[in-house]
């Protein structure tokens, strides 16, 4: 069986989800005869798989050059047998096609409804709706409040968690010293919002680290910036912290917040988060300076107490999420589908199954 995995990478937490999909079929290879043939993001190569080819990064629609190379890599392989991606509703027809749909709809079409909107993004959305009408495309929602935007027109459509790995499980039982009052991780965009944090702390008498900007290496008052770094670097670095900051004005399943909970770090996380594990941070007014400051403060004086429910929110999480087991069985299940010849032009009927709320 030929599987193509689109978009694997360390860039962001996309293309990590796309990178653990890619390390479980391999873990799964011998079992069901996988070739496995992977587009990879970044610097670090792929070393799971058969055959890699390397993707550039788009910013947005990204240049036309860059979109054509896109287009061109999944008509190349149309006689796969399956093709997961994050997102990418590009109109390959022929194979079984496994969308993982980490979009933020909800920003969409809030943001797209304007003349220019329309121009520029529209035809997602009509891909996405040519994606949902084919009964051999599954999706999967990272964010079961994406299901309103998808409509009743297909049964095909099911959700499923994010996920912790075994990088996260190893460091949470390691101790560290916590060297930060406050870390931010994430990309250094508007939709990230981290000029909320940097105007609310660089005059304030707290130690911050911001990891995801473009440049090497800044400082900002008592707030040290640096760019991504290699991934359990970034996990070393919220363990060492007292609290992480996530100022989005959009996200739809934060893989950043899932990792931080499971390492124990109390969470202030924007109101306009709203996902399965809200219920576990600590949450401020979206985009308002003064209650993150205050809610900051708050936890800080109370933090003996926010460590220790933290601790207990960890034990939880790692329990919970999961991502090997997640994924071993969502992954064996579209597998044994496909394997079945009866069964390989209606995964929407056979994929009713536990693995998926």
Not at 15 to 41: F, G, H, N, P, Q
Not at 202 to 220: C, I, N
Not at 254 to 270: K, M, N, Q, T, Y
Request: glycine share 4%; aromatic share 12%.
């Amino acid at each position: 069986m030929k599987i193509y995995v689109h978009g694997c990478g360390t860039v962001g937490g996309a293309e990590r989800v796309m990178l653990k999909v890619a390390e479980v079929l391999t873990e799964l290879k011998e079992k069901y005869d996988l070739y496995l043939i992977c587009s990879y993001v970044g610097d670090v190569p792929c070393v799971s798989c058969d055959e890699m080819i390397t993707l550039p990064m788009l910013n947005g629609l990204g240049s036309i050059n860059e979109l054509a190379q896109k287009l061109a890599t999944l008509r190349k392989y149309r006689d796969v047998d399956i093709i997961f991606a994050h997102t990418s509703l590009l109109p390959v027809k022929k194979p079984v096609k496994v969308i993982i749909d980490g979009r933020d709809w909800d920003k969409f079409f809030k943001f797209y409804l304007n003349w220019r909107g329309k121009l520029l993004n529209y035809p997602l959305k009509k891909i996405r709706d040519l994606y949902v009408s084919m009964p051999n495309t599954l999706i999967l929602l990272l964010n079961k409040n994406s299901f309103q935007y998808y409509g009743r027109r297909n049964s095909n459509i099911r959700h499923i968690s994010n996920g912790i790995d075994d990088d996260v499980k190893k460091l949470y039982q390691r101790k560290f010293r916590r060297r930060w009052d406050f870390i931010y991780v994430g990309r250094f965009s508007e939709e990230k919002n981290p000029q909320l944090v940097i105007d609310t702390f660089k005059d304030k008498p707290y130690r911050g680290l911001m990891v995801g900007a473009d440049k090497e290496y800044t400082v900002v008052g008592n707030i040290v910036v640096k760019a991504f770094s290699p991934r359990k670097d970034v996990l070393r670095m919220m363990k060492e912290s007292k609290v992480l900051i996530l100022p989005s004005r959009h996200e739809v399943f934060p893989l950043v917040l899932l990792e931080a909970l499971a390492l124990g770090v109390p969470s202030i996380v924007s109101d306009s988060i709203q996902t399965e594990i809200s219920r576990y941070t600590i949450p401020f007014r979206c985009c308002d300076k003064r209650d993150l400051y205050e809610t900051f403060l708050y936890v800080m004086e109370n933090y003996p107490y926010y460590e220790k429910r933290y601790r207990k929110i960890s034990r939880l999480i790692l329990k919970k999420y999961d991502w090997d087991e997640i994924l071993k069985k969502a992954l064996t299940t579209i597998l044994e589908t496909y394997k079945s010849e009866k069964n390989k032009q209606t995964l929407d009927k056979s994929c009713k199954v536990s693995w998926i709320d």
